[in-house]
């Protein structure tokens, strides 16, 4: 019942920047977390950064101190800005949301994925 619609990946330059943005569309009754997952070809999926409802952050050790994760909670958009960016960020990234939907069930959505390709 919640579709989450993300921009922003291409490709850039080691050292360049990035902004990730994810919005989503349909309904629901309460939004607890958002975040940014990313996976590699290969790899398991694995935490970016997650912000909560509350305001709390949680970072991977590799995105601290390059990547912010911030909320418009106008909009209920989530942001990922990214700086620094290294070969080691190349992945699929996968916004998701964890939310009380319109059917009354605590659930998590996925988006489809924006690739984010750093060159070398």
């Known amino acids: 019942q919640v579709d989450l619609v993300e921009s922003g990946g291409g490709l850039v330059q080691t050292g360049g920047s990035l902004r990730l943005s994810c919005t989503p569309s349909g309904s629901f009754f309460t939004l607890y977390f958002m975040g940014w997952y990313r996976q590699a070809p290969g790899k398991q999926r694995e935490l970016v950064a997650t912000v909560s409802n509350s305001g709390q952050t949680n970072y991977a050790d590799s995105a601290k101190g390059r990547f912010t994760i911030s909320r418009d909670s106008a909009a209920n958009t989530v942001y990922l800005q990214m700086n620094s960016l290294k070969p080691d960020d190349t992945a699929v990234y996968y916004c998701?949301?964890?939310?009380?939907?319109?059917?009354?069930?605590?659930?998590?959505?996925w988006g489809q994925g924006t690739q984010v390709t750093i060159s070398s």
């Open positions: 998701m949301t964890d939310v009380r939907d319109r059917s009354y069930r605590r659930q998590t959505y």
